[in-house]
């Protein structure tokens, strides 16, 4: 494991962002796993001011996103198909179908999730997958569980989670029961794994994650196990 401090949210999306620019440079056909969340906002910034010096070039990359609300259309504001192209997509030249993320309002959510599992597999895995961490352990929407969910599932979204992330939709009752997400599997296949970690907030769950045991209680301790996870930390 790789710790990378940095001094400020800038400076840590900024290396980050290098770290994704470099996998793209070097491997074109890059198929990126993609998060979203406040802390990856900044790094998409970064990437976007790249492709417009002409530094970057995302005509053969790939992109597969972890979740998805359950029940949010790719239009509704919320869902995170619309964050994608607002933070990132509709600024660089990434191809339409080469972009996916799971259908949260797929009429069968069972097999949605076993379409997009296979739809990675297709793909060849994932080459390099971004990560955010949840403030009690999540990754993508792995939830703290009695054992890891290794397939992409449909999950019932914590209390404290939806509290969290209340604060993009206005009120507790509007934010999605459950959501779709990748599940550990794939992304502990992916050949690197790249965690970004933002704000004092997240000091005391990312120590539990790195250096506590591996427990399906803090999802994201399972990437202790990964060959090749770095980790780009501001506070
Ligand atoms: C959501 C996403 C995760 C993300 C987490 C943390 O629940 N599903 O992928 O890592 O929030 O978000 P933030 O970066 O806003 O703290």
New binding site residues.
């Given amino acids: 494991m790789k710790i990378i401090t940095t001094k400020n949210y800038y400076d840590m999306s900024r290396k980050a962002a290098n770290i994704i620019s470099a996998q793209i440079i070097l491997y074109p056909n890059s198929v990126l796993g993609l998060?979203?969340?406040?802390?990856?906002i900044g790094i998409y910034t970064q990437l976007v001011k790249w492709y417009d010096k002409g530094d970057l070039d995302f005509s053969d990359v790939s992109t597969v996103n972890?979740?998805e609300y359950c029940g949010l259309p790719p239009s509704d504001s919320q869902s995170y198909r619309y964050f994608m192209q607002k933070n990132l997509f509709q600024f660089v030249n990434i191809k339409a179908e080469h972009i996916h993320i799971p259908y949260g309002n797929a009429p069968d959510i069972e097999k949605e999730c076993s379409r997009y599992d296979h739809l990675i597999e297709n793909l060849g895995g994932i080459d390099l997958q971004l990560?955010?961490?949840?403030?009690n352990g999540?990754?993508?929407?792995n939830e703290p569980n009695i054992a890891f969910e290794k397939m992409t599932h449909c999950i019932e979204l914590n209390q404290s989670?939806r509290e969290?992330?209340s604060k993009y939709f206005g009120a507790l009752d509007q934010v999605p029961q459950k959501?779709i997400?990748v599940g550990i599997r794939l992304i502990m296949q992916a050949r690197k794994i790249l965690l970004v970690v933002?704000?004092k907030d997240?000091k005391a769950i990312l120590e539990q994650a790195l250096f506590g045991p591996v427990t399906p209680e803090v999802p994201a301790s399972i990437l202790q196990m990964h060959p090749n996870l770095t980790v780009v930390v501001c506070d």
């Fill in positions: 998060a979203t969340g406040s802390t990856p972890l979740d990560l955010g961490i949840g403030h999540h990754i993508g929407f989670t969290a992330n959501a997400t933002n704000g997240k």
